[in-house]
């Protein structure tokens, strides 16, 4: 199983990027998908995810407005549009997939699978 994400760069604050992830050798359509981060120093924090069954879309509050998850399954691809960028959004962003769906997409412990990363960085 591969998680590819790509994307990343540097953006000035208030700026748009979107981030990509490719999956293969996985059923994609029957895994739900999230995004993570990471800030140096710091835990890996849920981001946003989208559940396999329902397509419902789930946001941390820090993003909710601002970023918007979706998925392509005919291209196994998840995204994560970010607009409005802030400063405090700078991070490695990982990609992940989870047999789950619901609440328990907000955990990282419930994802089996996770990409690369790929650095966003915000600035002032």
């Known amino acids: 199983v591969q998680l590819q994400a790509s994307g990343g760069g540097l953006v000035q604050a208030g700026g748009s990027l979107r981030v990509s992830c490719a999956v293969s050798?996985?059923?994609?359509?029957?895994?739900?998908m999230g995004w993570f981060r990471q800030m140096p120093g710091y835990g890996r924090e849920f981001v946003a995810a989208?559940?396999?069954?329902?397509?419902?879309?789930y946001y941390a509050d820090s993003v909710k407005d601002r970023f918007i998850i979706s998925r392509d399954n005919a291209k196994n691809t998840v995204y994560l549009q970010m607009n409005s960028l802030k400063p405090e959004d700078t991070a490695v962003y990982y990609c992940?997939?989870?047999?789950?769906?619901?609440?328990?997409?907000?955990?990282?412990?419930?994802?089996?699978?996770w990409g690369q990363g790929t650095q966003v960085t915000v600035s002032s």
């Open positions: 050798e996985l059923p994609f359509s029957i895994y739900s």
């Open positions: 992940a997939a989870s047999p789950y769906k619901g609440s328990d997409l907000y955990s990282s412990a419930k994802y089996d699978y």
């Open positions: 989208t559940c396999y069954r329902s397509g419902r879309r």
